[in-house]
């Protein structure tokens, strides 16, 4: 079955810095990955996702890269703020069920 | 609100009793997931109904799980003979076919129960 790994497990940056967040996969016929954000006692909440037919894909301030030849995809925040600071979740699946990483505590100092 | 409810939001319970908690998706969602979620880690799959057939089991619910979606529309998860190992949050999801394309659909998450067993 599916194995989602995701790196780093924390992470702190400064207000206004870069995160990246880095998760590899190990079913080759997983084709949707989405991205979502859990404050603490909240639920996840999808901030972006991509599909396997697209390489990047940008929303304001967040972006995801696929690289499919190499099964890893990625988070990018840039001009990160305090309210960023929250548990990144990536997952992945190629049908319903959902396999989520471990998760990247992000933290953003001001 | 109009997003993924569940109810209770929090519960505590002595080993070995039972327990129920209820979900209710997005309004015209047609698929709801459950998930399981311990601390320090990922959701991790438990089942999934379209409409109100049951189609995917993971092997993470053993015999004393339940879940049930009668109508199509809500949907329960109980837990017979709670046990201290039983002790997450439990996250309802729903989602809606795409309007093009196809494809894997999005996932909504509702707030989750969070449990206890003592």
């Known amino acids: 079955g599916e194995n989602v790994e995701q790196h780093p497990s924390t992470l702190s940056v400064q207000e206004g810095d870069s995160a990246v967040i880095k998760c590899t996969y190990s079913?080759?016929?997983?084709?949707?990955f989405p991205w979502y954000k859990q404050e603490l006692g909240k639920r996840p909440q999808l901030i972006i996702d991509i599909r396997s037919n697209v390489g990047e894909k940008k929303d304001q301030r967040i972006a995801v890269t696929l690289n499919k030849t190499a099964k890893h995809f990625s988070l990018h925040i840039t001009e990160t703020q305090p309210e960023d600071s929250a548990v990144y979740f990536c997952?992945?699946?190629?049908?319903?069920?959902?396999?989520f990483g471990k998760g990247t505590t992000l933290s953003v100092s001001s | 609100d109009t997003g993924v409810s569940q109810d209770p939001r929090h519960k505590i319970t002595k080993r070995g009793q039972n327990v129920t908690f209820r979900c209710d998706p997005i309004s015209e969602h047609n698929r709801l997931y459950w998930y399981r979620q311990t601390l320090g880690q990922g959701p991790e799959f438990l089942t999934y109904?379209?409409?109100?057939?049951?189609?995917?089991k993971s092997r993470l619910l053993s015999d004393r799980f339940s879940a049930e979606r009668p109508k199509g529309s809500f949907s329960t998860l109980e837990i017979q003979r709670t046990e201290q190992g039983d002790s997450a949050m439990y996250l309802c999801?729903?989602?809606?076919?795409?309007?093009?394309?196809?494809?894997?659909?999005?996932?909504?998450f509702g707030p989750g129960t969070r449990l206890l067993v003592l």
């Open positions: 109904f379209q409409n109100e057939a049951q189609l995917e």
């Open positions: 079913d080759s016929a997983s084709n949707y």
């Open positions: 997952a992945a699946t190629g049908g319903t069920a959902l396999i």
């Open positions: 999801a729903s989602s809606f076919p795409r309007a093009t394309g196809g494809g894997v659909e999005t996932q909504y």
